[in-house]
Every structure is written in C-alpha cells, then in structure tokens.
C-alpha cells in the first residue's frame, strides 16, 4: 500500500527536478505580483479596484495563451520522449505562429471593448464615484499593459518548450530576472522614487511592461547561444512551414485543450462578477485574498505542470504501466502538500490585509475569503493533479468535460442564481462555490483510474 502512493528517492528526485523550478519561477512571479499588489493597494482601494478588474481580464488572455502551448505541448513532451527533435521543432513553430496570432486578438478586443468589459465588474452597491474611478483607472492600467501582450506570448512559446525538453531552469532564471525589474520599476515608477514621478497605477502598468521585454531577452538570447543543447531552435525560424499532418494532430488534440483553458477562465471571470454584484468591498478583497492564493498554491500547481511532463514522456517513451504508477504518486504527492500549505495560508490570512490601505471591513472580508480558500484547498490540489493526468494522453474530450465544462455547468449557474436571486452573503456563496469541487475530484478519481488517459500519440 506504501509504494503504491509513495515513490522513491530517485522517483521525488525527479519529481522536484521538474517541479522545484518552476515551483521558484512561479513563486517569486506570484510573489512579487502580491508586492505589486500591496503598494497599489497603498496607493488606494478605487485604484487597487480598477486594476484588480483588468487583471481578472488579462487573465483570461493569459490561461487562453497557456492552453494554446499546452495543447502543443502535449506533442512537444512525448516527441522529446521519443528522441524526435524535428517534432519538438515543428511544435515549437506552431506554437509561435498560433499564439501571435492569439495575441493580436487579444489586443484589438482589450484595445476597444477593454472599458466595457471592466464596467461589468463595478455594478454592486457601492459609490457612483468610486466605480467610476475604478474604471479610469482600470482602462488606463490595461491601455498600457497591451504593449507586453506580444512578448509575453513569446516568451511562453520558448519557456514551455524548454520545459518540455528537460530545461526548466532557464525559464525560472528568466522569470526571476524579469519580477526583480518589475519590482525595482514599480517601487520607483508607482511612488516615484529616485527623481522619477509618482505615476501611481500607470507606474505600475509601465514596470511589467519593462519586465516583459526583460524577460523576452534573456530567454531567447539563452536559447539561441546554447542550440547545442537546444536542437529544436536550430533551423527553427529558417522557415515557418509546420507539417499539415502535425498541425491537424495539434488541432485535434490541442486546440480544445486552448479552448477549455479559455472557457475556464472566463467562467472564473464569470463567477467573480457574480461575487462583484455584493459590492465593491467585495471586489477589493477578492483581489487580496486572489493574490495571496497565487502565492500559496505555487506548489500543487508546479506539481501539476510537472505530472503532465513527467506522464507524457513516459507515454512517449511507452511506458504505459510507469506511467499509471506515477501518475498515483503524484496525486498523493500534491493533495499532502496542499493541506500542510493551506493551514499556513489559513493562519496568515488574519495578518496579510493589514498591509493594504483600505477599510477595516475589507479586510476582515478578505481574511475570510482567504481562510474559506485553504479549507477548501486540498480538493483543489487533487481536481488540478487529476487534470494534468487526463491531458497527458491528449484525452481532450474528457479534459474539457472535467474542467470548463464543470465550471459552465456546476459554478457558474449556482453563482449566477445565488448572486442574483438570494440574499445569501458573499462568505456562503464563495463558500458553495469552492466545495463543490468535491463532485470534480469524485469524477477525476473515476477517470483517472480506469486509466483512460494512457495513450501514446506520437
């Protein structure tokens, strides 16, 4: 019973060979986010509000980018498990063609309907004034942060490619990098330090700008003058031709994987409109206690992308029975983890709103919101490894019924009816909303054990 949920030493070796990096480069992003986040919400609650909801936006552009170089990542690992270095080439391709095209989408909508979708966040109780502060400041902020749209995209095209060929560190150094220029840019550019002016939420906006660009640079440079252990970057901009056969293949397996990362998203974004509705103190400690998640459950998440990698190769390389075997372990591996990090999240929640600028009732809520999330964080833990499980094997149709589907069919009309047609206070929605993911990990454990999810596609 032992070894069936827990590995050896080479097994955890490997494991946080993957994990750890990303793990790091994940963790100082998100953490110099909630920095980021922290001194907006210095500056002010309408423009920690304003910038919050454009956030929430960019995240749904975000998840739509990840999904579309996960889908071709499924291709990319189990190719590079094969030894097929042409293949991980061709995906590369792919991925940089189809998510630059993503990205100028991305632009043209934010560019002209960013001030709408911004006003749908800030119709709850609250003052007239201060919704339509939160606006300005908001389409001020998304304005500006349209400009590193296109190297963000780029970036993520290199940085899961590594990481599917065995070269985690490099996008982790280039994160790292690329949030110390955030956070230097954002001290001196939002407070106005060192002679420059005080820009405020534009301040803010300008410095992640600069770090995209940061980042862009080292990862491609590093790339290009280490091909040698990069075979994939060699040849790969000589022409932009990917094999037809491949690109139907991507699409097939791939695209719904884009498109359920996509529809995933704007159902969170759908939801926390939802939770808008019960005013804006709502929104504002959404924001906090959303903020402080991402730093919390940097490890199950990074747990999560390395399953996928460590589950594909394995089924690359044909190792069907490994692969199962694994895929148990990792399971186990990231829910323990959770439930040790979510009792830390739990007691920190009383401390980290003290750090705002805001009312006193903001805060408590955002403590709740917080204390709420790491109850509810091991469920959260087992549904994302069960996830990664699924789509190593390309099981898209299964992916996207288990994860935006639920979220269209299970939390969005239960937020939608209990926001809208009950006095239920905002604690017992968020409430319901995050333990019913306990009839996602129900059917993650169906799935993943029949086993349906072993299969090799390359």
Known sequence: MFKKFFGDKSFYKRLFALALPIMIQNGITNFVNMLDNIMIGRVGTVEMNGVAVANQLFFVFNLCIFGAVSGAGIFGAQFFGKGDHKGVRDTFRFKILFCC???IGGIVLFLFGGEQLIGLYLKGEGSAADAAASLGFG???MQIMLIGLLPYTVVQCYSSTLRETGRPMVPMTAGVAAVLVNLVFNYILIFGKFGAPALGVNGAAIATVISRFAELLIVVFWTRFHAHKNP????????????????GQIFVKGLPLMLNETMWAAGIAMVNQCYSVRGLDVVGAQNISQTFWNVFSIVFMAVGVANGIILGQRLGAKDHKGAKDAAVKLITFSVLVSMAVGVIYALAAEFIPLAYNTTDEVRLLATRLMQISALAMPLDAFAHAAYFTLRSGGKTFITILFDSCFVWAIHVPAAFILSRYTALPILGLFAVIQFSNIIKDVLGYIF???????KNIV
């Open 448 to 454: 993943v054990k029949k086993g349906i999810w072993i």
């Open 232 to 247: 994939f970057i060699i040849g790969a901009f000589h022409s932009f031709k990917v094999p037809p056969k491949l690109v």
């Open 101 to 103: 095209l993503l990205a």
């Open 139 to 141: 389409k001020d902020y």
